[in-house]
Protein backbone atom coordinates (compact mmCIF):
# COMPACT_ATOMS: atom_id res chain seq x y z
CA UNK A 1 0.00 0.00 0.00
CA UNK A 2 1.17 3.47 -0.94
CA UNK A 3 0.39 6.72 1.11
CA UNK A 4 -1.54 8.12 -1.78
CA UNK A 5 -4.15 4.99 -1.87
CA UNK A 6 -5.48 6.64 1.58
CA UNK A 7 -5.92 9.81 -0.04
CA UNK A 8 -9.80 11.05 -0.27
CA UNK A 9 -11.16 12.13 -3.49
CA UNK A 10 -12.71 15.84 -3.03
CA UNK A 11 -15.28 17.36 -5.37
CA UNK A 12 -13.13 20.72 -4.53
CA UNK A 13 -12.30 23.30 -2.60
CA UNK A 14 -14.30 24.47 0.61
CA UNK A 15 -15.12 27.72 0.69
CA UNK A 16 -18.15 28.32 3.02
CA UNK A 17 -17.88 28.79 6.47
CA UNK A 18 -18.98 26.02 8.14
CA UNK A 19 -22.23 26.98 10.22
CA UNK A 20 -21.55 24.77 13.72
CA UNK A 21 -20.39 27.57 15.40
CA UNK A 22 -23.12 29.96 14.57
CA UNK A 23 -25.73 27.00 15.81
CA UNK A 24 -23.88 26.11 18.81
CA UNK A 25 -21.71 29.07 19.71
CA UNK A 26 -18.00 29.39 20.30
CA UNK A 27 -17.07 28.74 23.55
CA UNK A 28 -13.47 28.91 24.89
CA UNK A 29 -11.49 26.11 24.66
CA UNK A 30 -13.95 23.60 22.84
CA UNK A 31 -12.53 22.60 19.72
CA UNK A 32 -15.17 22.31 17.69
CA UNK A 33 -12.76 21.87 13.68
CA UNK A 34 -10.56 19.08 13.05
CA UNK A 35 -7.43 20.05 10.54
CA UNK A 36 -7.04 18.83 7.15
CA UNK A 37 -3.71 17.64 7.97
CA UNK A 38 -4.50 15.76 11.21
CA UNK A 39 -3.82 11.51 10.41
CA UNK A 40 -4.10 8.55 12.13
CA UNK A 41 -1.13 6.40 11.48
CA UNK A 42 -2.40 2.97 10.36
CA UNK A 43 -1.32 0.00 12.11
CA UNK A 44 -1.13 -3.09 10.36
CA UNK A 45 -0.99 -5.46 12.87
CA UNK A 46 -4.39 -4.51 14.18
CA UNK A 47 -5.70 -5.76 10.86
CA UNK A 48 -6.12 -9.47 10.00
CA UNK A 49 -4.74 -9.83 6.61
CA UNK A 50 -1.74 -7.74 7.57
CA UNK A 51 0.43 -8.19 4.24
CA UNK A 52 -1.64 -5.79 2.48
CA UNK A 53 -0.90 -3.04 4.96
CA UNK A 54 2.74 -2.60 4.35
CA UNK A 55 4.68 -0.23 4.61
CA UNK A 56 3.42 1.08 8.10
CA UNK A 57 3.97 5.01 7.49
CA UNK A 58 0.46 5.11 5.44
CA UNK A 59 -2.03 7.28 7.63
CA UNK A 60 -5.40 7.94 6.93
CA UNK A 61 -7.40 11.15 7.67
CA UNK A 62 -9.35 11.99 11.11
CA UNK A 63 -13.31 12.40 10.37
CA UNK A 64 -14.86 15.10 12.22
CA UNK A 65 -16.48 18.56 11.34
CA UNK A 66 -14.09 20.60 9.41
CA UNK A 67 -14.22 24.56 9.58
CA UNK A 68 -14.51 25.51 6.18
CA UNK A 69 -17.70 23.32 3.83
CA UNK A 70 -18.12 22.77 0.21
CA UNK A 71 -21.64 22.59 0.42
CA UNK A 72 -24.28 25.40 0.88
CA UNK A 73 -26.63 23.57 3.28
CA UNK A 74 -29.78 25.75 2.49
CA UNK A 75 -29.53 24.71 -1.33
CA UNK A 76 -28.53 21.46 -0.61
CA UNK A 77 -30.51 18.34 -1.48
CA UNK A 78 -29.43 14.66 0.32
CA UNK A 79 -30.45 11.00 -0.52
CA UNK A 80 -30.10 7.89 1.51
CA UNK A 81 -29.94 4.10 0.25
CA UNK A 82 -29.71 0.76 2.21
CA UNK A 83 -28.93 -2.12 0.13
CA UNK A 84 -27.95 -5.90 0.52
CA UNK A 85 -28.80 -7.88 3.53
CA UNK A 86 -30.03 -6.57 6.95
CA UNK A 87 -28.39 -5.89 9.76
CA UNK A 88 -28.92 -4.56 13.65
CA UNK A 89 -28.54 -0.92 13.93
CA UNK A 90 -29.33 0.80 10.23
CA UNK A 91 -32.54 2.91 11.13
CA UNK A 92 -30.28 4.03 14.03
CA UNK A 93 -27.84 5.14 11.63
CA UNK A 94 -30.36 6.49 9.00
CA UNK A 95 -32.00 8.40 11.98
CA UNK A 96 -28.03 9.68 13.06
CA UNK A 97 -27.85 11.21 9.53
CA UNK A 98 -30.72 12.80 9.01
CA UNK A 99 -30.45 14.69 12.72
CA UNK A 100 -26.95 15.47 11.60
CA UNK A 101 -28.03 16.77 8.56
CA UNK A 102 -31.15 18.70 9.84
CA UNK A 103 -30.11 19.94 13.26
CA UNK A 104 -25.99 20.51 12.85
CA UNK A 105 -25.73 21.66 9.03
CA UNK A 106 -29.49 23.12 8.68
CA UNK A 107 -29.79 20.57 5.46
CA UNK A 108 -33.75 20.21 5.53
CA UNK A 109 -34.14 18.26 2.04
CA UNK A 110 -33.55 15.03 2.86
CA UNK A 111 -34.96 12.34 0.93
CA UNK A 112 -34.79 8.11 1.79
CA UNK A 113 -34.66 6.14 -1.62
CA UNK A 114 -37.02 2.61 -1.23
CA UNK A 115 -35.60 -1.03 -1.58
CA UNK A 116 -31.34 -0.06 -2.09
CA UNK A 117 -30.66 0.40 -5.51
CA UNK A 118 -33.79 -0.89 -7.29
CA UNK A 119 -35.67 2.47 -5.85
CA UNK A 120 -33.50 4.73 -8.67
CA UNK A 121 -34.55 2.99 -11.01
CA UNK A 122 -37.92 3.72 -12.16
CA UNK A 123 -39.58 0.97 -13.68
CA UNK A 124 -39.45 -0.33 -10.12
CA UNK A 125 -42.02 2.31 -9.29
CA UNK A 126 -40.92 2.63 -5.32
CA UNK A 127 -41.75 5.79 -3.57
CA UNK A 128 -39.09 8.54 -2.75
CA UNK A 129 -39.46 9.73 0.63
CA UNK A 130 -39.08 12.77 2.47
CA UNK A 131 -37.07 12.09 5.40
CA UNK A 132 -38.12 14.99 8.31
CA UNK A 133 -37.12 14.55 12.16
CA UNK A 134 -40.74 13.86 12.98
CA UNK A 135 -40.36 10.93 10.36
CA UNK A 136 -37.39 9.45 11.55
CA UNK A 137 -38.25 9.93 15.23
CA UNK A 138 -38.91 6.23 16.67
CA UNK A 139 -37.10 4.23 14.16
CA UNK A 140 -33.78 3.61 16.07
CA UNK A 141 -36.27 1.82 18.85
CA UNK A 142 -37.48 -0.85 15.86
CA UNK A 143 -35.42 -3.52 14.06
CA UNK A 144 -35.59 -4.22 10.52
CA UNK A 145 -34.51 -1.63 7.66
CA UNK A 146 -37.55 1.53 7.88
CA UNK A 147 -35.91 2.05 4.13
CA UNK A 148 -36.05 -1.47 2.84
CA UNK A 149 -32.99 -2.81 1.14
CA UNK A 150 -32.18 -5.20 -1.89
CA UNK A 151 -29.85 -6.99 -3.52
CA UNK A 152 -29.63 -7.28 -7.71
CA UNK A 153 -27.60 -5.75 -9.88
CA UNK A 154 -28.85 -1.92 -11.63
CA UNK A 155 -27.76 0.26 -14.06
CA UNK A 156 -25.16 2.66 -13.13
CA UNK A 157 -26.40 5.11 -15.88
CA UNK A 158 -29.93 4.77 -14.98
CA UNK A 159 -28.98 5.32 -10.94
CA UNK A 160 -26.54 8.35 -11.91
CA UNK A 161 -29.61 10.19 -14.18
CA UNK A 162 -31.92 9.26 -11.21
CA UNK A 163 -29.55 11.41 -9.07
CA UNK A 164 -29.74 14.37 -11.67
CA UNK A 165 -33.45 14.26 -12.03
CA UNK A 166 -33.52 14.12 -8.18
CA UNK A 167 -31.20 17.26 -8.31
CA UNK A 168 -28.90 15.34 -5.78
CA UNK A 169 -26.16 16.65 -4.37
CA UNK A 170 -25.15 14.34 -2.07
CA UNK A 171 -25.65 10.70 -1.66
CA UNK A 172 -25.59 8.37 1.55
CA UNK A 173 -25.07 4.87 0.82
CA UNK A 174 -25.61 1.59 3.57
CA UNK A 175 -24.22 -1.32 2.86
CA UNK A 176 -21.41 -4.01 2.44
CA UNK A 177 -19.01 -5.03 -0.01
CA UNK A 178 -20.92 -5.24 -3.14
CA UNK A 179 -22.49 -1.70 -2.41
CA UNK A 180 -19.05 0.01 -1.68
CA UNK A 181 -18.25 -1.09 -5.33
CA UNK A 182 -21.56 -0.11 -6.27
CA UNK A 183 -20.63 3.33 -5.15
CA UNK A 184 -17.48 3.01 -6.48
CA UNK A 185 -18.80 2.70 -10.12
CA UNK A 186 -21.95 5.53 -9.26
CA UNK A 187 -18.74 7.87 -8.47
CA UNK A 188 -16.86 7.18 -11.88
CA UNK A 189 -20.04 8.08 -13.90
CA UNK A 190 -20.12 11.20 -11.59
CA UNK A 191 -17.42 11.81 -12.50
CA UNK A 192 -17.39 10.81 -16.25
CA UNK A 193 -20.80 13.39 -16.39
CA UNK A 194 -19.06 15.98 -14.58
CA UNK A 195 -21.48 16.59 -11.87
CA UNK A 196 -20.69 17.72 -8.20
CA UNK A 197 -22.45 14.68 -6.14
CA UNK A 198 -20.95 13.82 -3.52
CA UNK A 199 -20.82 10.06 -2.26
CA UNK A 200 -20.37 8.63 0.66
CA UNK A 201 -20.40 5.32 2.39
CA UNK A 202 -20.69 3.43 5.44
CA UNK A 203 -19.59 -0.15 5.88
CA UNK A 204 -22.47 -2.24 7.00
CA UNK A 205 -21.72 -6.12 7.41
CA UNK A 206 -22.89 -8.22 9.84
CA UNK A 207 -20.47 -10.55 9.31
CA UNK A 208 -17.61 -7.61 10.00
CA UNK A 209 -15.81 -8.52 7.12
CA UNK A 210 -14.66 -5.37 5.78
CA UNK A 211 -11.37 -4.14 5.52
CA UNK A 212 -10.01 -1.42 7.64
CA UNK A 213 -13.09 -1.40 9.92
CA UNK A 214 -12.30 -2.32 13.27
CA UNK A 215 -16.33 -3.32 13.72
CA UNK A 216 -18.85 -2.84 12.08
CA UNK A 217 -22.32 -1.51 13.76
CA UNK A 218 -24.51 -4.01 14.57
CA UNK A 219 -21.60 -6.79 14.94
CA UNK A 220 -22.24 -6.25 18.93
CA UNK A 221 -25.76 -6.91 18.58
CA UNK A 222 -25.49 -9.96 16.71
CA UNK A 223 -23.11 -11.29 18.73
CA UNK A 224 -25.44 -10.71 21.97
CA UNK A 225 -28.12 -12.65 19.66
CA UNK A 226 -26.05 -15.46 18.62
CA UNK A 227 -25.31 -16.06 22.35
CA UNK A 228 -28.59 -16.36 23.17
CA UNK A 229 -29.00 -18.95 20.69
CA UNK A 230 -26.07 -20.77 21.89
CA UNK A 231 -27.55 -20.72 25.35
CA UNK A 232 -30.52 -22.25 23.85
CA UNK A 233 -28.88 -25.16 22.33
CA UNK A 234 -26.39 -26.01 25.47
CA UNK A 235 -29.73 -26.04 27.49
CA UNK A 236 -31.14 -28.49 25.04
CA UNK A 237 -28.39 -30.35 24.42
CA UNK A 238 -28.07 -30.66 28.70
CA UNK A 239 -31.66 -31.43 28.90
CA UNK A 240 -31.06 -34.96 27.34
CA UNK A 241 -29.47 -37.85 27.13
CA UNK A 242 -26.78 -37.40 24.48
CA UNK A 243 -27.92 -34.33 23.61
CA UNK A 244 -26.41 -32.31 20.33
CA UNK A 245 -26.92 -28.45 20.43
CA UNK A 246 -26.33 -27.72 16.40
CA UNK A 247 -26.37 -23.72 16.11
CA UNK A 248 -25.46 -21.94 12.35
CA UNK A 249 -24.60 -18.43 12.29
CA UNK A 250 -23.69 -15.79 10.06
CA UNK A 251 -20.63 -15.41 8.48
CA UNK A 252 -20.48 -16.48 4.42
CA UNK A 253 -16.33 -15.54 4.24
CA UNK A 254 -15.16 -14.59 7.70
CA UNK A 255 -15.90 -16.54 11.23
CA UNK A 256 -16.23 -13.40 12.96
CA UNK A 257 -19.67 -13.79 14.61
CA UNK A 258 -19.21 -17.65 15.15
CA UNK A 259 -16.61 -16.77 17.03
CA UNK A 260 -16.88 -14.02 18.98
CA UNK A 261 -19.94 -15.74 20.01
CA UNK A 262 -18.56 -18.84 21.65
CA UNK A 263 -16.51 -17.14 23.63
CA UNK A 264 -19.48 -14.70 24.81
CA UNK A 265 -20.97 -18.22 25.83
CA UNK A 266 -17.86 -20.58 26.71
CA UNK A 267 -20.13 -23.73 26.54
CA UNK A 268 -19.21 -24.37 22.85
CA UNK A 269 -17.33 -27.70 21.92
CA UNK A 270 -16.71 -27.26 18.17
CA UNK A 271 -16.41 -23.90 16.30
CA UNK A 272 -16.20 -24.32 12.77
CA UNK A 273 -15.44 -21.15 10.69
CA UNK A 274 -15.08 -20.67 7.08
CA UNK A 275 -11.38 -20.13 7.62
CA UNK A 276 -10.29 -22.81 9.02
CA UNK A 277 -10.79 -26.16 6.98
CA UNK A 278 -12.09 -29.18 8.66
CA UNK A 279 -12.70 -32.98 7.70
CA UNK A 280 -15.66 -35.01 8.92
CA UNK A 281 -14.78 -38.61 8.38
CA UNK A 282 -11.44 -39.99 9.50
CA UNK A 283 -9.71 -40.05 13.14
CA UNK A 284 -9.49 -36.51 13.15
CA UNK A 285 -12.76 -35.46 11.83
CA UNK A 286 -15.27 -33.47 13.91
CA UNK A 287 -17.70 -36.80 13.48
CA UNK A 288 -15.07 -38.85 15.55
CA UNK A 289 -14.50 -36.04 17.96
CA UNK A 290 -18.16 -35.22 18.71
CA UNK A 291 -18.27 -39.27 18.92
CA UNK A 292 -15.65 -38.81 21.62
CA UNK A 293 -17.16 -35.84 23.60
CA UNK A 294 -20.37 -37.44 23.82
CA UNK A 295 -19.10 -40.82 24.63
CA UNK A 296 -17.25 -39.26 27.60
CA UNK A 297 -19.57 -35.99 28.33
CA UNK A 298 -22.91 -36.68 27.33
CA UNK A 299 -23.76 -33.34 25.64
CA UNK A 300 -22.27 -31.12 23.22
CA UNK A 301 -22.21 -28.10 21.44
CA UNK A 302 -21.59 -27.68 17.88
CA UNK A 303 -21.74 -23.86 16.28
CA UNK A 304 -21.06 -23.47 12.51
CA UNK A 305 -20.50 -20.43 10.75
CA UNK A 306 -22.77 -20.44 7.21
CA UNK A 307 -19.13 -20.11 4.83
CA UNK A 308 -17.59 -22.89 7.02
CA UNK A 309 -17.02 -26.73 5.23
CA UNK A 310 -18.10 -25.38 1.85
CA UNK A 311 -14.79 -28.01 -0.17
CA UNK A 312 -17.83 -29.82 0.43
CA UNK A 313 -20.14 -28.66 -2.12
CA UNK A 314 -18.90 -28.18 -5.80
CA UNK A 315 -19.42 -24.99 -7.32
CA UNK A 316 -21.96 -26.10 -9.99
CA UNK A 317 -24.37 -27.48 -6.79
CA UNK A 318 -24.28 -23.90 -5.46
CA UNK A 319 -25.24 -21.26 -8.12
CA UNK A 320 -25.09 -17.63 -7.53
CA UNK A 321 -27.69 -15.03 -5.84
CA UNK A 322 -28.96 -11.53 -7.45
CA UNK A 323 -26.20 -10.03 -6.58
CA UNK A 324 -23.98 -12.64 -8.26
CA UNK A 325 -22.65 -13.75 -5.02
CA UNK A 326 -21.90 -17.43 -5.33
CA UNK A 327 -24.36 -19.30 -3.02
CA UNK A 328 -23.52 -21.03 -0.24
CA UNK A 329 -24.18 -24.85 0.49
CA UNK A 330 -26.31 -25.16 3.68
CA UNK A 331 -23.90 -26.56 5.87
CA UNK A 332 -25.81 -26.38 8.61
CA UNK A 333 -28.67 -29.15 7.93
CA UNK A 334 -25.47 -30.66 5.61
CA UNK A 335 -24.00 -31.28 9.37
CA UNK A 336 -27.03 -32.25 11.06
CA UNK A 337 -27.70 -35.08 8.45
CA UNK A 338 -24.51 -36.81 8.89
CA UNK A 339 -24.08 -36.29 12.25
CA UNK A 340 -26.99 -38.29 13.06
CA UNK A 341 -26.03 -40.93 10.06
CA UNK A 342 -23.30 -40.99 12.15
CA UNK A 343 -24.37 -41.90 15.70
CA UNK A 344 -27.25 -44.12 13.81
CA UNK A 345 -24.48 -46.24 12.42
CA UNK A 346 -22.71 -46.84 15.57
CA UNK A 347 -26.09 -47.69 17.21
CA UNK A 348 -25.81 -44.63 19.38
CA UNK A 349 -29.38 -42.79 20.45
CA UNK A 350 -28.68 -39.12 19.73
CA UNK A 351 -30.46 -35.83 20.25
CA UNK A 352 -29.55 -33.54 18.17
CA UNK A 353 -31.35 -30.08 18.27
CA UNK A 354 -30.59 -27.80 14.94
CA UNK A 355 -31.21 -23.54 15.27
CA UNK A 356 -30.85 -21.38 12.53
CA UNK A 357 -31.28 -18.06 13.88
CA UNK A 358 -29.95 -16.07 11.13
CA UNK A 359 -32.69 -14.11 10.15
CA UNK A 360 -33.97 -13.26 13.67
CA UNK A 361 -30.67 -11.82 14.54
CA UNK A 362 -30.33 -9.57 11.53
CA UNK A 363 -33.56 -8.13 12.06
CA UNK A 364 -33.59 -6.84 15.93
CA UNK A 365 -33.14 -3.18 16.71
CA UNK A 366 -29.41 -2.81 17.75
CA UNK A 367 -28.30 -2.78 21.31
CA UNK A 368 -27.09 0.42 23.11
CA UNK A 369 -23.49 0.13 21.99
CA UNK A 370 -24.22 -0.04 18.71
CA UNK A 371 -26.69 2.80 18.90
CA UNK A 372 -23.91 4.87 20.29
CA UNK A 373 -21.73 3.84 17.32
CA UNK A 374 -24.33 4.26 14.68
CA UNK A 375 -24.06 7.87 15.93
CA UNK A 376 -21.20 8.08 15.97
CA UNK A 377 -20.46 6.79 12.22
CA UNK A 378 -23.46 8.98 11.10
CA UNK A 379 -22.18 12.33 12.31
CA UNK A 380 -18.61 11.52 10.89
CA UNK A 381 -20.21 10.41 7.38
CA UNK A 382 -21.94 14.01 7.44
CA UNK A 383 -19.15 16.24 8.56
CA UNK A 384 -17.35 14.72 5.64
CA UNK A 385 -19.73 14.79 3.24
CA UNK A 386 -20.74 18.16 3.37
CA UNK A 387 -16.66 19.18 2.97
CA UNK A 388 -17.08 17.61 -0.55
CA UNK A 389 -15.43 14.70 0.24
CA UNK A 390 -16.48 11.79 -1.89
CA UNK A 391 -15.85 7.88 -2.97
CA UNK A 392 -15.09 7.38 0.58
CA UNK A 393 -16.22 5.85 3.54
CA UNK A 394 -16.06 6.82 7.46
CA UNK A 395 -14.48 3.84 9.53
CA UNK A 396 -13.57 3.28 13.62
CA UNK A 397 -10.42 1.79 12.90
CA UNK A 398 -7.74 1.29 15.57
CA UNK A 399 -9.89 3.51 18.02
CA UNK A 400 -10.35 6.44 15.94
CA UNK A 401 -13.22 7.34 13.41
CA UNK A 402 -11.36 8.03 9.78
CA UNK A 403 -12.21 8.51 6.47
CA UNK A 404 -10.96 5.33 4.55
CA UNK A 405 -11.29 5.46 0.25
CA UNK A 406 -13.66 2.82 -0.98
CA UNK A 407 -11.40 1.57 -3.26
CA UNK A 408 -8.97 0.22 -0.17
CA UNK A 409 -11.45 -1.07 1.63
CA UNK A 410 -12.12 -3.64 -1.11
CA UNK A 411 -9.24 -4.63 -2.66
CA UNK A 412 -9.53 -7.10 0.23
CA UNK A 413 -12.17 -9.23 2.88
CA UNK A 414 -11.09 -9.36 6.77
CA UNK A 415 -10.70 -12.39 8.17
CA UNK A 416 -10.67 -14.27 11.27
CA UNK A 417 -6.71 -14.96 11.07
CA UNK A 418 -6.17 -18.86 12.22
CA UNK A 419 -3.07 -17.65 13.49
CA UNK A 420 -3.78 -15.03 15.45
CA UNK A 421 -5.13 -14.26 18.97
CA UNK A 422 -8.78 -13.98 18.61
CA UNK A 423 -8.86 -18.33 16.92
CA UNK A 424 -6.15 -18.84 19.48
CA UNK A 425 -8.90 -18.05 22.51
CA UNK A 426 -11.50 -19.78 20.72
CA UNK A 427 -9.33 -23.07 20.37
CA UNK A 428 -8.86 -22.40 23.69
CA UNK A 429 -11.99 -21.97 25.30
CA UNK A 430 -13.50 -24.50 23.25
CA UNK A 431 -10.49 -27.41 23.64
CA UNK A 432 -11.31 -28.32 20.31
CA UNK A 433 -8.70 -30.23 18.60
CA UNK A 434 -7.10 -29.44 14.85
CA UNK A 435 -9.61 -31.45 12.94
CA UNK A 436 -8.27 -32.76 9.65
CA UNK A 437 -6.49 -35.70 8.54
CA UNK A 438 -2.86 -35.81 7.57
P1 LIG B 1 -24.17 -7.60 2.46
O1 LIG B 1 -23.21 -7.33 3.56
O2 LIG B 1 -25.52 -7.79 2.97
O3 LIG B 1 -23.72 -8.67 1.51
P2 LIG B 1 -23.72 -5.93 0.18
O4 LIG B 1 -23.66 -4.46 0.03
O5 LIG B 1 -22.44 -6.66 -0.10
O6 LIG B 1 -24.27 -6.23 1.63
P3 LIG B 1 -24.93 -6.91 -2.27
O7 LIG B 1 -26.31 -7.42 -2.49
O8 LIG B 1 -23.78 -7.75 -2.65
O9 LIG B 1 -24.89 -6.53 -0.72
O10 LIG B 1 -24.76 -5.53 -3.04
C1 LIG B 1 -25.62 -4.41 -2.80
C2 LIG B 1 -25.96 -3.75 -4.12
O11 LIG B 1 -24.76 -3.32 -4.79
C3 LIG B 1 -26.69 -4.67 -5.06
O12 LIG B 1 -27.80 -3.98 -5.61
C4 LIG B 1 -25.64 -5.03 -6.11
O13 LIG B 1 -26.18 -5.29 -7.37
C5 LIG B 1 -24.76 -3.80 -6.14
N1 LIG B 1 -23.39 -4.13 -6.57
C6 LIG B 1 -22.60 -5.10 -6.08
N2 LIG B 1 -21.39 -5.13 -6.70
C7 LIG B 1 -21.43 -4.15 -7.65
C8 LIG B 1 -20.50 -3.66 -8.63
N3 LIG B 1 -19.30 -4.20 -8.78
N4 LIG B 1 -20.90 -2.63 -9.42
C9 LIG B 1 -22.11 -2.10 -9.28
N5 LIG B 1 -23.04 -2.51 -8.39
C10 LIG B 1 -22.72 -3.52 -7.57
MG1 LIG C 1 -21.82 -8.65 0.45
Redesign the pocket.
Known amino acids: MKPEDTKIQSLGPAKIQNPIITRQGDSPGFRHFIDNNEFVRVNPFVMDTADSCEPREVTFELAGPRSKIYFDPTKLKAAIVT?????PGINSLVRSIVLQLHHIYGVTNVVGIKF???GFIPKFGHDIVELTPTLVEGIHGRGGSYLGM?????S?EEIVDSLERLNLGLLFMI????????S??IVEEITKRGLKTGVVSIP????NDICFVSKTFGFQTAVEEAAQAILGAHNEATGAPNGVGLVKLMG?MSGFVAAHATLALTEVNFCLIPEVEFDLEGERGLLKHLEDRIRDRGHAVVVVAEGAGQNIFTEEDLGR?????LRLGDIGTYLKKRINQHFEGKNIELNLKYIDPSYLIRSVPCNSNDRIYTGFLGHAAVHAALTGKTGMMVSQWDNHFVHVPVELAIKNRKKVDPEGSLWRSVREATGQPHMVNE
Open positions: CGGMCGLQSRGSQMGGDGTLRARAKTIDRDASGN
